[in-house]
């Protein structure tokens, strides 16, 4: 009898962890290597939100809290929801969870039983098909394209929507692509879903505050208050604030199933750090200028890579609207050969010709569901983006 269950051997690794780390391997082992293949902001945690960790350590509060998180971080939740989306939540609908991810998985694991389905548009974040699969369910995976700008259109989401479809995933700024959704697209899936009462949605909205549309952000409850109900409004504060070490999450949504995620969670990690939640109030409840002179930030390299990457023949690139990802299209390279004869067939093998040979960690769109493309994080000083880029077009010239 084998030690191990199915659902586990047949589990799939984060490919973008997998390569970051195989990155800071090469790297500690002294070549020079530059790593785009992690979703993590460079910045440095704000001093307030840091202040806030050690007051916590110095005033002796290092003991249990509440399972689902401590009071006053989740009435500045409530606050940060009805203030940015004018979503209304009580205590009872928040929970605090060890990052955004593992909300993800316990909403999955408390809600998708065998047979039923979820709906993920691709490009997806990498692991939300394996979370489904956990659970038990079967991710319906809806291709979107890059003429479409990467987003869900209503009448595919209508063609995908049977009696067996639990949940719609919707992350706007998008993991890998950038993509935000409109007012006028979200209205539209707001239609859909209303015309299916056994549907729910899933908002992914972590990288609410990294939006360059230059319109205020917009997520589902919002569009369509009457679908609150029926929508998980999932955030966290390692984006917005660079506190992704922090590992805080939280999420608003339906009370049974904020109870169920409660429940889990009381049987796995139980609440979140008492430190990483105190350093996560001040931060939500400190002055709002770094969010957004990180946004800029990011925007200005956003604008620089891109540009380099759209001058390197046989690469292209839609510029992102949100978020910290290019999703490079690098169908010129596919079918060429490398300096040592090897064939690029797909855009993993591309992936590894430019760690391998020019030492830049990409993450190849397979592993979002969407070739040929490989995924790159401008979340890097514009100096070495520049570098990156340099590296870049010198192997695509070296390409035969």
Request: hydrophobic residues 40%; negative net charge.
């Amino acid at each position: 009898m084998s030690l191990l269950v199915d659902r586990v051997t047949k589990l799939k690794p984060s490919p973008t962890l997998s390569l970051s780390s195989k990155a800071k391997a090469m790297k500690a082992a002294g070549e020079d290597v530059i790593n785009l293949s992690v979703g993590e902001p460079d910045f440095d945690t704000p001093d307030y939100a840091k202040a806030g960790g050690i007051k916590a350590i110095e005033d002796g509060h290092t003991k249990y809290t509440a399972v689902d998180g401590m009071p006053d971080l989740k009435a500045s939740i409530i606050e940060k929801f009805k203030r940015d989306n004018n979503l209304e939540y009580t205590p009872e609908q928040i929970v605090v969870g060890t990052g955004a991810k593992p909300l993800l998985f316990n909403a999955f694991q408390a809600s998708v039983d065998k047979g039923d389905e979820v709906i993920i548009p691709s490009p997806y974040w990498v692991s939300y098909p394996s979370m489904v699969e956990v659970a038990g369910g079967t991710p319906v995976i809806v291709e979107t394209t890059e003429k479409d700008g990467f987003k869900l259109t209503a009448e595919k989401l209508k063609a995908a929507i049977t009696q067996k479809t639990k949940w719609l995933v919707l992350n706007s700024p998008s993991n890998p692509t950038g993509a935000v959704y409109s007012q006028g697209e979200l209205e539209a899936i707001a239609g859909v879903i209303k015309a299916h009462n056994h549907v729910y949605v899933i908002s992914d909205d972590i990288y609410e505050y990294l939006n360059y549309t230059g319109q205020s952000y917009k997520t589902i409850a919002e569009i369509e208050p009457t679908l609150i109900h029926r929508v998980l409004t999932v955030n966290g504060v390692s984006k917005a604030y660079a506190m992704t070490g922090w590992r805080i999450g939280f999420a608003g949504g339906p009370k049974e199933l904020m109870r169920a995620m409660s429940k889990l969670q009381s049987q796995s990690t139980s609440n979140p750090a008492s430190i990483s939640q105190h350093a996560a109030l001040a931060a939500m409840n400190g002055p709002k200028e770094d969010i957004e002179r990180m946004r800029g930030i990011f925007e200005q390299r956003r604008d620089s890579f891109i540009n380099n990457i759209n001058a390197i023949e046989g690469l292209s690139v839609r510029v992102p609207d949100g978020a910290f990802y290019a999703y490079i299209n690098c169908s010129g390279a596919i079918g060429k050969t490398t300096a040592s004869g090897k064939t690029i067939e797909t855009d993993l093998d591309f992936a590894d010709y430019i760690l391998e040979d020019f030492k830049v960690a990409i993450v190849p769109g397979t592993a979002f569901g969407c070739s040929p493309y490989v995924r790159a994080s401008y979340a890097l000083d514009i100096e070495t983006l520049g570098e990156a880029a340099s590296r870049l077009k010198k192997a695509m010239q070296s390409l035969g």
